[in-house]
């Protein structure tokens, strides 16, 4: 496979710092304790490493929350405030109310993470089937919450899919001629990027794309249009190659960035105007760093 050949090929780019090509880390969770106490080296290092732009993820209230305040204390860090479908277990019956707020704060720019997830379901930790139906249904509900304010406030949303892309869509349809998502850490084939593609949304791709074994999201990447896709570190998790295994950090977009621009056979200066001018038209309040 052709993918493959080019993953082998992956050379390593030198540049100077005059003229280091510019990235953006869409989704991030510096609020994850991982990085506690270390932020301003952490932002330093992905400065260093053209990463100017850091999008910061809450997966409840108090991560958003959180999210929000290091937005406030770092100029080149944004937030996105939501449930993740993950983390419902102390989500009120309604989640917009505790939102509303923070999504009107000039760096609040999407609502997220948000969806459904069928990769961890109450059954495979004990739980029963009936278990599953009720945690299935909190999920498509709170996700419709969201989808719901986000329509009303005007933002987009950024959407978790684990094993449940099929569900997921189902819900997101009846939204999409309302508002964007952001389908991230996208693992699924090029019919699945073609459908979310085609009700005017996009995905955004992890270091996963570096691993040896993700053939297909390698082939995923080639068949997205290049200015339908954002990159993203999903840091702490998903380190790319050379780093696999370690925890993540936005630094490490360049990594990423440098598989992409391998696949699709363009510079990393073209991959670096493609996927910035995306990912501001994605989330409109984002400022140009
Ligand atoms: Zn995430």
């Known amino acids: 496979m052709e993918a493959s050949q080019t993953f082998v090929s992956y050379r390593f780019h030198v540049h100077t710092a005059g003229e280091m090509e510019v990235f953006y880390d869409t989704h991030a969770h510096l609020t994850f304790p991982d990085f506690s106490c270390e932020l301003p080296a952490l932002i330093s290092r ?10 910061t993820i809450g997966t409840d209230l108090e991560s958003s929350q959180q999210a929000v305040e290091l937005a406030e204390m770092y100029e080149s860090i944004y937030a996105v405030v939501g449930w993740h479908p993950n983390d419902l277990e102390t989500a009120p019956e309604d989640v917009q109310d505790g939102l509303r707020p923070l999504c009107v704060h000039p760096k609040v720019v999407a609502i997220g993470e948000t969806g459904i997830d069928h990769y961890r379901l109450p059954s495979g930790n004990g739980g029963s089937e009936a278990d599953d139906l009720i945690w299935k249904k909190r999920q498509v509900g709170i996700f419709r919450q969201q989808l719901e304010l986000a329509v009303e406030l005007g933002l987009n949303v950024v959407i978790h899919q684990r094993a449940a892309l099929e569900p997921t869509l189902k819900v997101f349809e009846q939204y999409a001629d309302k508002l964007k998502g952001q389908f991230h850490c996208f693992v699924d084939d090029a019919t699945s990027m073609e459908r979310i593609i085609d009700m005017g949304s996009l995905v955004s791709f992890t270091g996963i794309a570096t691993f040896k074994n993700a053939e297909e999201v390698r082939r995923t990447i080639i068949a997205t249009p ?6 993203e570190t999903d840091s702490p998790f998903l380190a790319p190659v050379p780093h696999r295994g370690k925890r993540c950090e936005p630094a490490f977009v360049k990594h990423i960035a440098e598989v992409v621009s391998e696949l699709k056979g363009i510079t990393l200066g073209e991959l670096s105007r493609v996927t910035c001018a ?10 140009l760093p």
């Open 278 to 287: 995306t990912t501001h038209a994605f989330f409109p309040k984002l400022k």
């Open 226 to 231: 290049l200015d339908k896709l954002m990159l």
């Open 46 to 55: 992905a400065h260093n490493a053209g990463i100017t732009r850091i999008i």
